[in-house]
């Protein structure tokens, strides 16, 4: 089997700024994001420049900066942004799936020779350093269709979870609807009558080499699920962090919109661009107050109330003063235990995502070592 370089192999283009819009209108295009390369369903687009760059379908696409820098898309038209790259080739020989589906198996090694310690930003020398195994173009074909059935499976897998992590909302929303409306002889407080922000600061974190280390860039917007996570010592930052335990959720203050929450079930250092928030459970419990603080009428609260232009945020005081229903404890208990049994099926299903995924990253690797298919070039 004969080997290319990226570099021999690909033209590497770099994106640039856009300004987007949220809803197709004329002279408007697909806004290729991050998010985009991983699931392609949040469609947005912005208007027709032409000093935009724009991917075509022939186009392999990848996440240049950020947490997520390393992952790779293909099969997408649109502009795209200055935080991704398209990687074209003029080569008739390569099949692009079959080319994308290598790369993605690289994403871990990119990410891991990324340079620069805040943001980190894709090695350009490191890329073009990769070696691609090319066998015959019939062959990639069916590498690539023997590695899409694996992917199916892992969709399916992962759509099911996301239908677990609907399942809560619907059930939040049947049970206390309005948020800000008193029924049921609830109460309306303010959230700090059952919320703190236990802002623990650590200066020296030399003592936490070995503690997970939750950024912004960690926490999946909308779900809350932590990606990525790197110790202290491996992710060679500086700075004072904030310091969290298990109690706590971890909030996103910047960029309100992008409805960051997480509940870590560890303790570890976090971003002060995070609040540490503890609950008092004499009043109120973890669950009720993760889903009002991911609903929609908490986003558009803190949204309407955050400052800055560039990078909005909400302060400290704002966000203590957003007015909740505040049920009592039978119905929040009730509410708990429901959310417990479905957090279960949902272990369950994540356990069997991580499975597909070793038995897919194992057959990457045969594929593109020449041992999944036989007589392989």
Request: aromatic share 10%; net charge positive.
């Amino acid at each position: 089997m004969k080997y290319m370089k990226v570099k021999d192999l690909f033209k590497i283009i770099k994106g640039k700024k856009v300004e987007q819009v949220y809803k197709p209108k004329e002279n408007t295009v697909r806004f290729i994001q991050i998010d985009d390369l991983r699931n392609d369903k949040n469609i947005k687009f912005c208007e027709r420049k032409e000093e935009y760059i724009f991917a075509s379908k022939n186009d392999l696409i990848i996440a240049w900066d950020g947490a997520n820098a390393g992952t790779i898309g293909y099969g997408l038209e649109g502009a795209i942004g200055s935080t991704l790259a398209i990687l074209r080739t003029n080569s008739n020989d390569v099949f692009i799936p079959y080319l994308g589906r290598f790369l993605q198996s690289k994403s871990k090694y990119l990410r891991d020779t990324c340079t620069g310690a805040t943001i980190p930003h894709i090695s350009k020398k490191v890329l073009e350093e990769i070696k691609i195994p090319i066998p015959s173009y019939e062959k990639q074909i069916e590498l690539s269709k023997i590695l899409d059935k694996a992917q199916e499976l892992i969709d399916k897998r992962k759509a099911q979870i996301e239908a677990l992590d609907q399942l809560t909302q619907s059930v939040f929303l049947e049970m206390f609807g309005d948020l800000r409306t008193q029924r049921n002889g609830w109460k309306i407080v303010e959230l700090s009558d059952v919320v703190q922000i236990d802002a623990n600061l650590v200066d020296d974190i030399t003592n936490y080499v070995n503690y997970p280390l939750v950024g912004i860039d960690n926490i999946e917007k909308n779900t809350g699920n932590l990606i990525n996570i790197k110790t202290v010592g491996e992710s060679d930052v500086k700075g004072s962090k904030y310091f969290f335990s298990k109690e706590h959720i971890l909030y996103s203050k910047i960029r309100p919109y992008l409805n960051k929450v997480a509940s870590p079930c560890f303790e570890g250092l976090c971003s002060t661009d995070a609040y540490p928030l503890k609950i008092n459970n004499e009043k109120a419990k973890k669950q009720f107050i993760l889903n009002i603080l991911r609903s929609k009428d908490f986003v558009n609260y803190a949204v309407k109330h955050s400052k800055g232009a560039n990078i909005p945020r909400i302060d400290q005081k704002q966000l203590l003063k957003y007015k909740i229903i505040l049920p009592d404890s039978k119905t929040q208990n009730r509410f708990e235990y429901i959310v417990e049994k479905i957090e279960i099926q949902k272990e369950k299903m994540k356990k069997s995502l991580r499975e597909l995924e070793y038995t897919f990253n194992s057959l990457m690797q045969r594929a593109f070592k020449g041992e999944l298919l036989k007589n392989d070039e």
